[in-house]
């Protein structure tokens, strides 16, 4: 009995997307939140060059006066895009703008689940307070399965973050202090 060409065509495609799968599997890890000198991320890019893909999953208005802006936001990892990196960033209001004071990691470096960590339910708990300094605690879901991660606290002080050494490990990556 012949071959079908459709056949053919259909176990070659196999074959290229096995191959592709072995040799992507088969590459070494490497962090994807691209950290200069402070921890920052460099223009939102990783170190291949590609942009990385960012949403904001939470933010918080304080202070009628100073206006003091905080968000969480994921960062996708380009090394595995079902992983993500959290920053938590603060900004304060410059010349009727807001302008970045400072940010810190949540987490590790690609430590959170993309879709859990961008989806419904995903803040556990996110609070802030008008004070200086200003303490900021945050849990998120790591799954549905799992539940939500241990709450991480931070204190915005004079515009800069200082870790309250609580929660995961390597939760106090921040560029402050």
């Known amino acids: 009995m012949p071959i079908q060409a459709t056949a053919l065509a259909r176990g070659g495609a196999v074959l290229v997307t096995a191959a592709a799968t072995v040799a992507l599997l088969a590459a070494p890890a490497v962090t994807t939140e691209a950290e200069a000198h402070d921890g920052r991320t460099n223009s939102g890019r990783t170190n291949g060059g590609q942009a990385a893909e960012t949403r904001q999953i939470a933010s918080s208005v304080l202070d009628a006066d100073e206006n003091i802006k905080f968000t969480l936001t994921a960062i ?6 079902l992983r993500a990196s959290v920053r938590l960033n603060a900004f304060m209001r410059q010349n009727g703008k807001f302008v970045l004071s400072d940010e810190v990691r949540v987490g590790a470096v690609d430590g959170w689940f993309w879709f859990p960590v961008t989806g419904r339910g ?50 106090a990556q921040g560029s402050g202090s």
């Open 76 to 81: 996708r990892s380009t090394a595995d895009p």
């Open 122 to 171: 995903a803040i556990c708990e996110f609070s802030t307070a008008s004070t200086n300094p200003a303490p900021i605690t945050t849990s998120l879901l790591i799954t549905p399965a799992i539940g939500c991660s241990p709450p991480q606290s931070f204190e915005l002080r004079d515009g800069k973050f200082e870790a309250a050494l609580q929660g995961a490990p390597g939760a």
